[in-house]
T-cell receptor
Framework: SQTIHQWPATLVQPVGSPLSLECTVE??????LYWYRQAAGRGLQLLFYSVGIGQISSEVPQNLSASRPQDRQFILSSKKLLLSDSGFYLC???????????????FGSGTRLTVV | DAKTTQPNSMESNEEEPVHLPCNHS???????IHWYRQLPSQGPEYVIHGLTSNVNNRMASLAIAEDRKSSTLILHRATLRDAAVYYCILSDTGTASKLTFGTGTRLQVTL
């Protein structure tokens, strides 16, 4: 069965420090991968998505970047964190075509980031 | 992307059915209707989806209006564990099937 791993679960970082959040998927190949952010009390905002290795699409211009060095690995990064980067970061995967239509998205357990 | 409109919040008593409405008057012919729910401090969880016909699974039922401009998620017997934010989302059949989450409906379930 497919599983998605996301870490760390919580993170407290000072303003101006770098960030690296990692997400890996097991049990599937060539998944679509997504990074979402949820600010406190708000809805989910799609940040990046990827349909293949090295293919990254950005939805919102910001202080963050994403990379996909391997088929089932998705990394969210920042060189210098801002206070406004605080939030709940979620990684998700989906299959393509009939697979995603039948099974939808699967989300990881999330990383709660607090920038201080 | 076509938009959806949901009530901000709803309340239900435990063991009773819950009907969560969603309006999507600008839905296109290729848009699927998805429902996800998010429990506190967790990532969203897939509930159900459909295109034109009503759908049933172990979690819920999805009733889609004949003109597809609205749909209703039906929880047949609400439990305290069903208290969550429920999102109704439209997505087309593109290669990267992006889901755009709105603010959803916060469902409260009481004894």
């Amino acid at each position: 069965s497919q599983t998605i791993h996301q870490w760390p679960a919580t993170l407290v970082q000072p303003v101006g420090s770098p960030l690296s959040l990692e997400c890996t998927v097991e049990g599937t190949s060539n998944p679509n991968l997504y990074w979402y952010r949820q600010a406190a009390g708000r809805g989910l905002q799609l940040l990046f998505y990827s349909v293949g290795i090295g293919q990254i699409s950005s939805e919102v211009p910001q202080n963050l970047s994403a990379s996909r060095p391997q088929d089932r690995q998705f990394i969210l990064s920042s060189k210098k964190l801002l206070l406004s980067d605080s939030g709940f970061y979620l990684c998700a995967w989906s299959g393509v075509a009939d697979n995603w239509r039948n099974y939808g998205y699967t989300f990881g357990s999330g990383t709660r980031l607090t920038v201080v | 992307d076509a938009k959806t409109t949901q009530p901000n919040s709803m309340e239900s008593n435990e063991e009773e059915p819950v009907h969560l409405p969603c309006n999507h008057s600008t839905i296109s012919g290729t848009d699927y209707i998805h429902w996800y729910r998010q429990l506190p401090s967790q990532g969203p969880e897939y509930v159900i989806h459909g295109l034109t016909s009503n759908v049933n699974n172990r979690m819920a039922s999805l009733a889609i209006a004949e003109d597809r401009k609205s749909s209703t998620l039906i929880l047949h017997r609400a439990t305290l564990r069903d208290a969550a934010v429920y999102y109704c989302i439209l997505s087309d059949t593109g290669t990267a099937s992006k889901l755009t989450f709105g603010t959803g409906t916060r469902l409260q379930v009481t004894l």
